[in-house]
């Protein structure tokens, strides 16, 4: 059998990609070149980016930064932020 040719993605190189953080005092950040998301540590606390691989004509990958408070989440994707309390793919 054949094997699939495997597809390499290296996030890192992502411009948009973000540095997170948590300080001692439980405040989470995210920063990349564009923005900063602060969470401040007002009840249970989240912080990752989703991450997705595209296939098909436009291959490549997606990502967006999730931070969330309470059940409310903010997504972050370039220019453009949702908040809301769905689980949103990308």
Do not use: W
């Not at 995210?30 to 900063?36: C, L, Q, R």
């Not at 930064?65 to 453009?80: A, F, M, Q, S």
Request: proline content about 3%.
């Amino acid at each position: 059998m054949d094997k699939l040719p495997v597809s390499q993605t290296v996030f890192h190189e992502d411009p948009l990609n973000y540095e997170l953080s948590m300080d001692c005092d439980g405040v989470r950040k995210a920063v990349n070149s564009i923005n900063t998301l602060i969470i401040l540590p007002d009840g249970e606390t989240k912080l990752f980016q989703r991450r997705a691989m595209k296939i098909g004509k436009n291959k490549g990958f997606d990502s967006a930064l999730v931070g969330e408070l309470d059940g409310v989440r903010v997504y972050i994707k370039g220019n453009e932020i949702v908040l809301t309390k769905q689980d949103l793919r990308l």
